[in-house]
């Protein structure tokens, strides 16, 4: 999780398509949202949130082949309390662990 997120950031994400949006209607929680092609927004309080994103080539590490995806959060009508209380819960949703 970071400290702080500012209204446009970039993130690498180690999934496919179908895993980001398989993990959406979690992660977003009660919020309306809707999606159009490869952009979600999402309504929070007053302001939204706009996801987009596209893919990138494949990473490999030896054998290994991970999918991945740049995802571009846009926020609007949002102070830095209120984009840090919903990316709080939303990273914590994303996040996956092994044992």
């Not at 706009?50 to 949002?78: D, K, N």
């Not at 309390?81 to 709080?88: E, L, S």
Request: hydrophobic share 40%.
């Amino acid at each position: 999780m970071q400290s702080e997120y500012p209204e446009r950031f970039e993130r690498d994400m180690g999934c496919s398509e179908a895993e980001w949006l398989g993990w959406m209607p979690r992660a977003l929680g009660s919020h309306p949202w809707q999606r159009d092609g490869s952009v979600i927004t999402v309504q929070i309080g007053a302001g939204r949130l706009s996801v987009s994103w596209q893919s990138l080539p494949e990473r490999r590490i030896a054998l290994l082949r991970m999918q991945r995806l740049l995802v571009r959060f846009t926020f609007e009508g949002l102070d830095a309390d209120q984009r840090k209380a919903f990316m709080k819960p939303f990273d914590l949703s994303m996040q996956r662990g092994g044992g």
